[in-house]
Each structure stands twice: as C-alpha cells, then as structure tokens.
C-alpha cells in the first residue's frame, strides 16, 4: 500500500511538472510523446489496414490470406522486431530518427491486425439484404461501400481501432530500450535509479493514459452507432487474440437474421 | 415490352433455376408469375435487371439485350421491391424513397418533396417520413418499398410478393390501390406472388411457373379460369376442388343465398343489384 501511496505522491508534486526538468521529467511532455507515438501508429496503421478490411470485407477476396498473414504478424514479438528493425535502420540513418522510425514501424505493425479485423468483420457484418437492396437500386460498389457497409459498420471499425489504441499504448513503453522518449522512460529511469516510485508511477501513467482515451474512442463508437448496425461489443469481440474469431462472432447475427426473413415468408 | 429468348439459368451450385424460359411480357400491361416457392420467379424476374445474368439466352428490353447495358444505368431506371423489402435500416423513410432519384441527381429538398408525396401515393401518413424502418410494421415497410420503387418514375416495375407481409383486408386494398394506380400510370410490370387469387386480381397476364420456371400456362384471369391448361393448373387455381364452381343456397332460416363452393363452403351471399 506504502508503494502505492508513494507513486501517487511521485505523481502529484508540481516538482515533476516544472518545464525544463532532466529526463524524464516533466511528464507532461513524456505523455504527450506516448500520445504522438500512439497517434502516428495507429494512423499509419489505419491508412493500410482499413482500406485493405473495407476490400476484403466487400468482395470477400484475400480472406484467408491475409488472416494467415496478420496471425503470423501477430506471433512476431515486438521487443524483437524494434530491436531488429533498430539495428537494420540504424545503419542507414542517423541515430535518433533510427529510433523513432523502427520504433513506429513496430507499432504499426503490431496495430494492423485488430484494424484489419475490424474493418473486414464490420463490413461482413451488415445483411447481405440490404447491400443487395443497395445494388439493386443502381449503386456502384464504390456506392455500396461508402454509403451502406461503411456506415453501418463503423461500431465495429471503431472497436478494431480502439483494441489496436490499447495495444500500442501499453507497447510504446518499450520505445525507450532504443532511448526514445515516451512513459516508458519513465519506468525505465526508475529502474535504473531503483526508485519504485517512479517505476510504478510510470506504469500508473500508462493505465491512467489507456483508460482515458479508451473511454474517449468509446464515446466515439457510441456516437456512430447508428440504426440498423450491429451493437458492437468489444468484450465479446477479442481481436487481440483471435484473428478468427471476431469474424466468427460478427458473422453468427447475420446467419440470425437470414433464418428470421426466411421464415418470415 | 420484355422478352425472354431461351433463357437458363443454371446457378454455381449446378441448380437449374429456369430452363429454355420463352416469353413475352406485353408494354404497360401486368404480368403476374405465380406459382410455388422455388420455382424460379424471383431469378425471371432479377434477369430483368441484370441482378442475376442468364447462363444462356437472351432477355430484351425493348428489342434490346439487357446483356449489353450497364447495370447501374439499367437498375436506375427499373423500379424493384425487392420480397424482403430490403429498406436501408439507416436511413429515415423519406430517404429510403428518395435514393435513387438521390443517385441520379436529384437535390435533396426536390427528392424529400417528392417522397412525400409517394407516401401518400402508397396510403401512408406524411408523418412516418422521419422514422427509420425498424419503427414501421411489417406491411407499412413494404408500402416503403413500394414507393422507393415508384420514385424514379421508371417505365418498368419489378414486384417481388410486395403484399406478403400484409393481413388478407389490408392486401385486398393494396391490390385495389395497385389497380387505380396502374390506371393512372400504366407501367410495365412484373408481379411475383403465389397466391392465385391475388394474380387474378390484378394480371393482365398470368404466367403459371411449375418447378424449374417451366410455363404451365399463360393467359388472361379468363382465359386461365375457362380452360385450366392440365392437372396442374386446375390444382393450382383450385379448379379440381370445385373451388371456382360456385353455387347459390337458399337459407331457410332467414331467407339469406349463400354463394358456396362445391364443398359447400360459403364463399359470399348475393347481394341486391342496386339500380
Ligand atoms: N444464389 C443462388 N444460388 C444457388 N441456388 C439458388 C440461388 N438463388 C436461387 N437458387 C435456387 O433457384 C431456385 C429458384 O429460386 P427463386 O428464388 O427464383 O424461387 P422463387 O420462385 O422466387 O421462390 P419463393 O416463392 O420462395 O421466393 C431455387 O431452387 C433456389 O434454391
Ligand atoms: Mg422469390
């Protein structure tokens, strides 16, 4: 309990705020750096893996090759692969762009497959009904996708993004083993000064830091959650561990449905 | 007019939805497909607008191959219900009326006004304009879907069963409904349904489908009626149990006639002819 109380203590005094502090301080700036990582990452990681979803999701192409492939992305240990991806570039460019690139590189692809995932189950996720509705009123696939599967599948769009969020906040700590700048040094200061207030303070930080912009997407995901799309509910859906089954679990309404119209007639 | 030249459609599966389907469905007339489920009406009838492409024959529009046209011109221009309505869940009622006139262009009060007035085309209240389609009932969603259709003011109507959700009263008006309206705005349409009576109430041409969109029979409600082609049709339009041979019964009781059926099943009494 004391320990707790001390990194709390650690975290409140307006010492560690003051502009101009020795690293790691002032944390405001450690966290603004966490949240430009995270930004970046996530960012980039959309621009490839939503479109890449939203495709596969509509034409139902690719499927089981890029599952197989983002699984396999999966398994890669990201420690690993920055340290790789580290030494690889490091012999290219300077040393602090070095760091910066192979640590966003590894973030990236650690949040491409929950983005995937969502993107494509999302778009399987809506009635087949109501995109042959769609198309048989004269849309144009392009048409179909931007004001039909996009619309109804954003929850679950949002929800793929929020889980890769979480993912590379808690993972953009270990940037600072390549002397980046993030909470991570933070905790990483700590250990080398043996202070466990810091240590924890840190880790404190990172939860704290999740949780806020956790809850933030969360309102997002409710505000699009229109008519007509599925509820979309992330506890139910885990895209950090199974590729497959968070199509599994957005494909099983539709069968649902399908059964209902059926026996409708 | 519409025409069917030999047309198969055999799908992946290897079902043979329809087989060597000939026939002509005249301009501005109703052409009624009746018959059991599976038989093949929904695929002659997305044919038509290339939601389904033949594996052999041809289907001509106006002496033109659908095969050639493009299919997101071609389906703007032909009013589908579809038989699961198929209303966009996100989109209010006026919009779902308005989206193809919305796709072709048109601003978005001018649609709006104009979805209005569909709905009361289709004898819905104005007000259900700014619902969503899981806010209506089953029978008023398919009014929608009737209205979507309609929007574009397209020359040819594809109706897929779009009064099956609807109670016998309720579908009674909307056949009525259907028949003022066809007066008004004689389209070419094509109607899906397998409830005989329906067909006979609002076909021009009836066109009875056996297994596979094999043609047991086409002609007028009359003609069907007078000379049932064989067995099928006779069952089929109830003919074999004396359903359509209807004799008057005098009750004694209070001196009512009673039409009845050749079971002596009451179908209806006789009225007083007013004049
Ligand atoms: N996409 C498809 N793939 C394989 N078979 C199909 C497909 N669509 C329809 N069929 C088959 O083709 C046959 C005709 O189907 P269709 O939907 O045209 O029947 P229908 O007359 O409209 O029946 P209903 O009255 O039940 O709507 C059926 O045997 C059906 O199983
Ligand atoms: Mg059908």
Redesign the pocket.
């Known amino acids: 309990m004391q320990f707790f109380l001390d990194a709390f203590r650690w975290l409140l005094d307006p010492a560690n705020y003051v502009a101009g502090g020795i690293s790691p301080l002032p944390i405001q700036d450690r966290i603004g750096e966490h949240l430009w990582y995270t930004f970046v990452s996530v960012a980039i990681a959309s621009m490839i893996a939503l479109p890449l979803g939203l495709f596969i999701g509509h034409t139902g192409r690719g499927r089981q090759f890029v599952i197989s492939f983002t699984g396999m992305m999966r398994a890669l240990p990201t420690l690993g692969l920055l340290m790789a991806l580290f030494l690889i570039i490091g012999a290219t460019v300077p040393f602090t762009q070095a760091a910066f690139v192979a640590s966003i590189i590894a973030l990236v692809i650690l949040a491409i497959p929950s983005i995937l995932a969502g993107g494509y189950a999302g778009v399987e996720s809506v009635d087949p009904q109501t995109v042959d509705a769609g198309r048989a009123m004269g849309m144009t696939e392009m048409q179909i996708l931007l004001r039909i599967e996009i619309p109804l599948s954003l929850p679950l769009i949002i929800s793929g993004i929020r889980a890769a969020v979480l993912q590379v906040i808690a993972t953009a700590v270990i940037a600072s083993y390549i002397s980046l700048g993030g909470l991570g040094t933070v905790i990483s200061s700590g250990i080398g000064l043996n202070d466990n207030e810091r240590i924890l303070g840190g880790a404190i930080l990172v939860i704290a830091l999740a949780l806020v912009v956790d809850g933030f997407l969360a309102l997002l995901q409710r505000l699009v959650t229109r008519r007509g799309s599925k509820e979309a509910r992330p506890q139910n859906i885990d895209f950090r561990r199974r590729s497959f089954g968070s199509a599994a679990v957005a494909e099983e309404p539709v069968n649902e449905r399908k059964r209902h119209v059926q026996s409708k007639? | 007019m519409i025409e069917f030249q030999n047309v198969t459609?055999q799908?992946?599966?290897g079902?043979?939805?329809?087989k060597d389907f000939s026939l002509v469905l005249p301009s501005h007339k109703v052409t009624v497909?009746v018959?059991?489920?599976?038989?093949?009406?929904?695929?002659?009838?997305?044919m038509i607008n290339r939601m389904?492409n033949p594996t052999s024959g041809k289907v001509l529009i106006d002496g033109e191959d659908v095969a050639g046209l493009n299919p997101v011109a071609l389906r703007r221009k032909i009013g589908y219900v579809l038989?699961a309505t198929g209303l966009l869940p996100h989109r209010k009622i006026a919009d779902n009326i308005a989206s193809v006139p919305r796709l072709n262009g048109v601003p978005k009060s001018k649609a709006r006004e104009e979805a209005l007035i569909l709905l009361d085309t289709v004898g819905l209240d104005r007000s259900l304009a700014d619902r969503y389609p899981d806010q209506l009932s089953g029978g008023q969603q398919q009014r929608v879907g009737v209205a979507r259709a309609l929007a574009s003011d397209p020359n040819i109507l594809l109706m897929?069963?779009p009064f099956g959700a609807v109670d016998p009263i309720v579908r009674l008006e909307l056949q009525d409904e259907l028949n003022r309206l066809q007066g008004e705005i004689s389209k070419t349409m094509v109607f899906?349904t397998?409830n005989i009576d329906e067909a006979f109430a609002i076909a021009d041409q009836v066109v009875i489908?056996r297994?596979?969109?094999e043609i047991a029979q086409v002609g007028s409600p009359a003609e069907i009626l007078a000379n049932p082609a064989d067995d099928f049709v006779e069952t089929f339009i109830g003919a074999d149990k004396g359903k359509r041979t209807l004799h008057l019964q005098r009750r004694e009781e209070d001196g009512v006639t009673l039409i009845v059926d050749a079971e002596g099943r009451p179908a209806g009494i006789l009225g007083e002819d007013k004049g």
Do not use: C, Y
């Not at chain 2, 079902?15 to 329809?18: D, E, K, N, W, Y």
């Not at chain 2, 018959?35 to 997305?46: H, M, V, W």
């Open positions: 007639k | 459609k799908f992946p599966d079902t043979f939805a329809v497909f018959g059991s489920s599976g038989a093949g009406k929904t695929t002659l009838l997305r389904v038989q897929d069963e899906v397998h489908l297994a596979g969109g």
